[in-house]
């Protein structure tokens, strides 16, 4: 079945970095389009970011373009989402995320950004 296990979240002060990993299995990594998402406390869930596959087109909010790099090993079936120049409003648990049929979910992996 489909598994997505999020990993390296954890609490970093403003300006910081963190970079979070999305292992994938169950399924043809490098056929599906990946994506992480995010929510905060008391907001809907959010896209934060999109990369294709083939091709590697990626896409971003706007809110982190510029600060956030979106990646995949697909010789490893793992998502990648380097953050940089991580801000308080960046505070929010991140979920990967794949579109086969339906959507599937990760657990989450909590980001706090806070000094």
């Known amino acids: 079945q489909v598994q997505l296990v999020e990993s390296g979240g954890g609490l970093v002060q403003p300006g910081g970095s963190l970079r979070l990993s999305c292992a994938a299995s169950g399924f043809t990594f490098s056929f599906y389009t990946m994506t992480w998402y995010r929510q905060a406390p008391g907001k809907e869930r959010e896209l934060v970011a999109q990369?294709?596959?083939?091709?590697?087109?990626?896409n971003y909010a706007d809110s982190v373009k510029g600060r956030f790099t979106i990646s995949r090993d697909n010789a490893k079936d793992t998502l990648y989402l380097q953050m940089n120049s991580l801000k308080p409003e960046d505070t929010a648990v991140y979920y990967c995320?794949?579109?086969?049929?339906?959507?599937?979910w990760g657990q989450g992996t909590q980001v706090t950004v806070s000094s």
């Open positions: 995320n794949v579109f086969i049929l339906r959507a599937y």
């Open positions: 990369i294709t596959s083939p091709g590697g087109r990626t």
